[in-house]
């Protein structure tokens, strides 16, 4: 494709009506009372968003088990939503969950219901970007569009920046798929047993029990890192009530130095690293967690952090080159950014992106680097 198609293609997205309006403008149609699903960042998220649009927010609703009688949030009414959306000619709900911990499945549960009136808005939350911004870095997406290694990769990056130009979910949702890290993509980095795995962004342990699932439990070494402190006692509880061996963790983050930075928001799904933050955060270099341990596969998905822990990294891509599983979607630069730094590195290398979560279409899409390995230091 040359450059100039390329641009064709988001020229004609832009001409397109503006989803998120007629989105807001159906919702607004029904003159009822606007109840968010979810009391959590995202929830705060979709209200911001509402707002923007000149929609104020009823209340917020959760399911049975997480409701509690005389619950607010944001100082409104928290409801049970098992009982109030039976009452379905009295709302109108807007999905307001994330993508973490299995809440995709419940996501998807909400927006297929058909017993209520229900929307999704495509969150502005992140530093998201639209035509203008593309436009303007035309070169630079063109340079990351080059340098994949199969179409379904091409494709999946066009329609992901369409669907920042549309807001419109459908070209993204044709292309998304199921196993997010472990596939076909890293296999070949981690079989045989000699497979050594650092997950950054472990949360809960939930990526380290699919990689000891996907290898079959034959690795050499597992290093789990979890900056924020609740996550990281159920990483470890995790790993000791299933008494897994051979898995380290760590509760700090991961940057190009070692030091101390700040967390704004409260360590969610929605939370940055920020300097005007409240919460401390400290910091380490993957190259200073590893050491002199052969790491095969680094999985990434830190909140905006990537860039950085690769810089973090460099000595341990240089001297192993792993194969790398690397979120691309927190910051509007992260698909020119990142590729640009990892070939840096690897010059010889294969890249590939994979969009994950149907529901959350501007989230959960991944950088996949498989480099040739050559002549390892």
């Known amino acids: 494709m040359q450059k100039r198609e390329f641009l064709t293609i988001f020229e ?7 989803y998120k309006k007629k989105i807001v403008e159906n919702i607004k149609s029904h003159n009822l009372p606007v109840v968010v699903f979810g009391a959590a960042e995202m929830a705060k998220v979709v209200t911001e968003e509402l707002k923007f649009f000149g929609v104020d927010v009823f209340g917020y609703a959760v399911d049975e088990e997480y409701y509690q009688p005389n619950q607010t949030y944001l100082g409104l009414p928290v409801f049970n939503f098992d009982v109030v959306s ?7 709900f807007v999905l307001g969950v994330g993508a973490k911990s299995g809440s995709e499945v419940r996501a998807n549960k909400f927006m297929n219901d058909k017993n209520f009136l229900h929307y999704q808005i495509l969150s502005g939350e992140g530093d998201f970007f639209g035509y203008n911004y593309i436009l303007e870095n035309q070169d630079k997406f063109f340079e990351t569009y080059n340098m ?8 999946t990056m066009i329609a992901y920046l369409i669907t920042h130009i549309t807001d419109n979910p459908t070209d993204i949702a044709n292309f998304v798929q199921s196993d997010e890290y472990f596939n076909e993509i890293t296999r070949p980095a981690v079989c045989g047993g000699e497979g050594s795995f650092i997950d950054c962004g472990a949360y809960n342990g939930d990526t380290v029990k699919k990689f000891i699932d996907f290898v079959g439990g034959n690795y050499k070494k597992i290093f789990a890192v979890e900056p924020d402190p609740s996550n990281f006692e159920k990483l470890k509880k995790f790993v000791e009530e299933n008494d897994h061996k051979n898995v380290e963790c760590f509760d700090c983050g991961v940057w190009n130095e070692q030091g101390v930075l700040y967390f704004s928001g409260s360590r969610g799904t929605t939370s940055r690293i920020s300097e005007n933050g409240s919460m401390e955060l400290t910091l380490n270099t993957i190259d200073n967690i590893v ?3 052969k790491i095969t596969l680094i999985k990434m998905d830190i909140e905006g952090a990537e860039l950085n822990a690769l810089k ?9 080159k792993p194969t790398l599983a690397i979120s691309v979607y927190h910051k509007k630069d ?4 990142i590729p640009q730094f990892i070939k840096s590195i690897y010059k010889d290398c294969k890249f590939y992106i994979r969009k994950y979560d149907k529901v959350h279409s501007l989230w959960e899409l991944d950088l996949y680097a498989v480099p040739n390995k050559g002549v390892l230091k």
């Open 12 to 18: 004609d997205a832009r001409k397109l009506s503006n």
């Open 86 to 92: 039976r009452e379905s000619d009295k709302y109108v």
């Open 148 to 155: 994949l290694s199969d179409e379904l990769s091409r494709q």
């Open 291 to 293: 050491g002199n341990e």
């Open 312 to 320: 973090g990294a460099a000595q341990t891509l240089e001297r192993f």
């Open 334 to 337: 992260d698909l020119i950014t």
